[in-house]
Nanobody, 120 residues
Framework: QVQLVESGGGLVQAGGSLRLSCAASGIRVSANALAWYRQAPGKQRELVATIEGYGTTNYADSVQGRFTISRDNAKNTVYLQMNSLKAEDTAVYYC??????????????WGQGTQVTVSS
């Protein structure tokens, strides 16, 4: 069974940094794509960053150059380093991965989320 557990959220001043962690079980982060999403109050959940099995990374325009997604294969953990935080980065951040079943349907797995609050 796939489980994702996020940690590392908190309250930080604008311009500060946080590092989120996503500990995975039931999958190998070295062989699966993982992503970070976020959802601010009253807004839809949005994709923040992804890391593919080969290590390729992609970022939303709003975080490009400020956030870095990475992984530690030995710890089976994915990270999101967030620098130069802005008030608009305030959201609940979720770790996500997915598998494609035998019927070619995507099945998503989500962590419980971790709150990031940036004070201006």
């Amino acid at each position: 069974q796939v489980q994702l557990v996020e940690s590392g959220g908190g309250l930080v001043q604008a311009g500060g940094s946080l590092r989120l962690s996503c500990a995975a079980s039931g999958i190998r982060v070295s062989a699966n794509a993982l992503a970070w999403y976020r959802q601010a109050p009253g807004k839809q959940r949005e994709l923040v960053a992804t890391i593919e099995g080969y290590g390729t990374t992609n970022y939303a325009d709003s975080v490009q150059g400020r956030f870095t997604i990475s992984r530690d294969n030995a710890k089976n953990t994915v990270y999101l380093q967030m620098n130069s935080l802005k008030a608009e980065d305030t959201a609940v951040y979720y770790c996500n991965t997915w598998i494609v079943g035998g019927n070619l349907q995507r099945v998503d797995y989500w962590g419980q989320g971790t709150q990031v609050t940036v004070s201006s």
